[in-house]
């Protein structure tokens, strides 16, 4: 017989203990069927079972229903090594790979001299003897020796412009200086017949 039947049982007779409450004695008395009855009897006096006592909690921090968030497992930043007086945020020079073929040095392009001798002469040939027929633009001086008979001058010229003259007794030595741009010029003696006779040179200016 099942506490469904002894239930009913209590029922009937207006006597149903509350949910989840063991029949009385009293209560089982009233029920007429002795093998239900005894069940009952049976029932109300089993001890309740008893339940074991939590164990206390071990003091310490209150539950906020919130676990501790496990420590972090990422790397902790750190300041690069710098030697004393080596600033970080320079930007490191780039080391050049094994085999790179290093930048060229530009060649210095070649000297010119702002300086050149000049011979007039008339002995065997009329011409005009000159040094050096290049060179430095900018301020050039022209050593000028009339090595001829005849009364000559060292004059310069550019294109139709004549920019300077210089005249020199035969046996007698000056200094003629002109500033002079990039370009060619003509050196020659002015006085008559004497640029045709062959006394001309040409030279150039970088």
């Not at 790397?75 to 090594?81: C, G, I, L, N």
């Not at 000056?174 to 002015?190: I, K, N, P, Q």
């Amino acid at each position: 017989m099942s506490w469904l039947a002894i239930l009913l049982s209590l029922a009937a007779l207006g006597g149903n203990p509350a949910p989840g409450q063991r029949p009385t004695v009293k209560q089982c008395n009233q029920i007429q069927k002795v093998k239900i009855k005894k069940q009952c009897l049976k029932a109300a006096k089993a001890k309740p079972k008893k339940h074991g006592k939590a164990k206390p909690k071990a003091p310490g921090k209150p539950t906020t229903g919130r676990q501790d968030a496990p420590p972090s497992t990422s790397p902790t930043h750190r300041t690069p090594d710098t030697s004393p007086g080596e600033d970080p945020q320079a930007t490191p020079t780039p080391t050049p790979s094994p085999g790179a073929s290093p930048t060229p040095t530009p060649t210095p392009g070649p000297v010119y001299p702002s300086r050149t001798g000049v011979d007039l002469t008339d002995t065997d040939v009329w011409s005009v003897r000159v040094t050096y027929r290049t060179l430095a633009a900018g301020r050039i001086e022209f050593v000028t020796t009339n090595v001829g008979e005849d009364d000559h001058d060292l004059s310069v010229r550019r294109g139709t412009d004549v920019l300077g003259r210089l005249p020199l007794p035969p046996g007698e030595s000056e200094t003629l200086t002109l500033t002079l741009a990039a370009g060619s010029y003509t050196l020659f003696c002015s006085l008559p017949d004497h640029e045709e006779a062959g006394m001309r040179a040409n030279i150039t200016v970088r």
